[in-house]
């Protein structure tokens, strides 16, 4: 299974924003580790994905209330 880095620009600002997506991004299948730079204009989410694609990890997101687009490099 290929691994590869995904970022996506959003709306989770704070510490109490990740706080809400943290168990689902945490057990979602194909997740690995996660990180979201909060001090980051845009927001910034990385995800180390296993598997997981790009909507899957969005969907998440979108569920808790949060905006979440692909950022192309």
């Known amino acids: ?15 109490g924003c990740v706080a809400k997506v943290k168990s689902d991004l945490d057990s979602a299948e194909g997740i690995g580790d996660w990180s979201v730079d909060t001090n ?3 927001k910034i989410l990385t995800v180390a994905s296993e598997g997981a694609t790009e909507d899957e990890i ?8 949060f905006k979440a687009e692909p950022l192309t490099v």
Not at 1 to 15: A, S, Y
């Open 40 to 42: 980051n204009n845009d």
């Open 1 to 15: 299974m290929e691994k590869k880095d995904l970022q996506f620009k959003t709306t989770l600002n704070c510490g």
């Open 58 to 65: 969005i969907a998440i997101i979108k569920s808790k209330g």
